[in-house]
């Protein structure tokens, strides 16, 4: 469904006396997604992950300069397809809860996305509701505007919005920062629930255990390059990760803390 091949992205901004640098904050991201199937993308910040998302919806500022190839079922994304794609065909997590519209209620904003996304209007309340209640989400919560809820509900509003549709490639940007660990199980079951349902579903977090608990597959990032894409069973296997850096966040790992803990 999804592939990107040697993607790189670079700004060019000036200084002092009009002087211009070049950042290339991703140099060079692999990864292959099929229908069905969730990819996590790990590593530490500024690695690019979130970037990559942008890339894929037509997101990046215009001074990015765009070099590699990312294509969705068959055909090459370029900025304008990706804006009439995005929404519709291919739905964003954000990471940061300010992309709620601070003036309009969250169940409208979601009946909107619904709708943007191929819902009839007639039937986007009710998808709504389903998401509402898939998430948690009181039928109160619905009239409230988004400075009245918790920032665990906007994430969980902002979830409600992405899969309210009928998009089939989901992009979960951190998707569980700030909820309990009772919210988080049940929003990553439920993105692996789309996966089984047909959907492809990449999840973007710096948390290696969450990512494991619901991924097929694991894309490392370090300083804007794939280093290994890795089966997520490989990381009970260790001797199976070929990259140094994919063995250090093995060893994060919880599991592998407390196994430390025992040896020490």
């Not at 998302?53 to 590699?68: E, F, Q, T």
């Amino acid at each position: 469904m999804l592939e990107v091949k040697n993607l790189s992205i670079s700004f060019q901004r000036y200084g002092r006396w009009l002087s211009r640098k070049t950042l290339n904050p991703i140099r060079s991201l692999n990864l292959s997604l099929k229908k069905g199937q969730v990819i996590a993308v790990v590593g530490e910040s500024g690695a690019g992950k979130s970037l990559l998302a942008h890339a894929i919806l037509g997101l990046l500022p215009k001074n990015a300069v765009v070099n590699g190839k990312i294509t969705f079922n068959g055909e090459r994304l370029t900025p304008e397809k990706s804006r009439r794609l995005r929404g519709k065909e291919i739905a964003l997590i954000p990471q940061s809860v300010s992309f709620l519209n601070p003036l309009w209620s969250v169940g409208g904003q979601v009946c909107r996305a619904a709708v943007l996304s191929g819902v009839k209007p007639s039937a986007a309340r009710r998808a709504m509701q389903k998401a509402f209640d898939r998430y948690s989400l009181s039928s109160q919560v619905q009239s409230l505007l988004p400075f009245q809820v918790s920032g665990g509900m906007a994430r969980r509003v902002l979830t409600a919005a992405a899969v309210v549709g009928n998009a089939r490639l989901i992009i979960a940007d951190e998707p569980t920062t700030g909820l309990d660990e009772k919210n988080i199980a049940q929003s990553l079951d439920y993105l692996k629930h789309l996966s089984r349902k047909g959907k492809a579903v990449i999840l973007i977090t710096h948390d290696i255990a969450a990512a494991l608990h619901i991924a097929d597959t694991v894309a490392v990032f370090k300083n804007g390059t794939t280093v290994e894409i890795a089966s997520a069973s490989d990381f009970n296997h260790p001797e199976k990760l070929s990259d140094p850096y994919s063995r250090q966040l093995y060893d994060t790992l919880p599991q592998r803390a407390f196994i430390n803990a025992l040896k020490d």
